[in-house]
């Protein structure tokens, strides 16, 4: 699920899939019901721009379809002359992006807290904005302010040593 037609052509070109366009924030009941059918028969992955507009659309489709799949793409890999969608991304980073798609738990849990970021740098240091984007990156949830960061870290049921590897990871990088 994309946001509009040359999204589907981005997704076509890295892989054969069935798309279905919400056409952005146009996403009418008859658009919805198609979603819901599809989670229902064979499941659905939202896979929206990494903007705001593509978040908004994401959590309004994930709260009235729950179950669904989530894709992330990092803003950098769909950013093409300051233009940022899907795309503009490259059939590898769409396929990557897809091979870390992420299932929404029915209920979130608490399993990571807000002193799991002070501690690990994603928020409250200098380098906290890039070591979430790694971080995200590394754990396919995308990149997130510092309370989104932790709420996908909970709803789409990251472990403990998944996290601690991209921390690893994100310090090897940023030092």
């Known amino acids: 699920m994309v946001e509009g037609k040359d999204d589907v052509s981005a997704v076509k070109r890295a892989v054969d899939a069935d798309v279905i366009i919400t056409s952005g924030f146009g996403i009418n009941d008859s658009i919805m019901e198609r979603i819901r059918q599809a989670a229902k028969k064979r499941g659905v992955i939202i896979f929206t721009d990494p903007d705001f507009a593509g978040e908004r659309i994401r959590r309004t489709i994930s709260e009235k379809i729950p179950g669904c799949k989530h894709a992330f793409l990092p803003r950098e890999l769909g950013t093409k002359d300051g233009d940022i969608g899907i ?50 990156r590394e754990l396919g949830i995308g990149y997130g302010n510092a309370k989104q960061f932790l709420s996908r870290l909970n709803r789409y049921g990251i472990t403990r040593d998944e996290f601690e590897g991209a921390i690893q990871k994100a310090k090897e990088l940023v030092e």
Do not use: H, Q, Y
């Open 87 to 136: 795309e503009n991304a490259s059939p590898e980073s769409i396929r990557e992006a897809l091979l870390k798609v992420k299932t929404e738990v029915r209920r979130e849990r608490d399993e990571f807290t807000m002193d799991d970021l002070i501690k690990n740098k994603l928020t409250g240091s200098p380098m906290a904005t890039k070591m979430r984007d790694i971080v995200g």
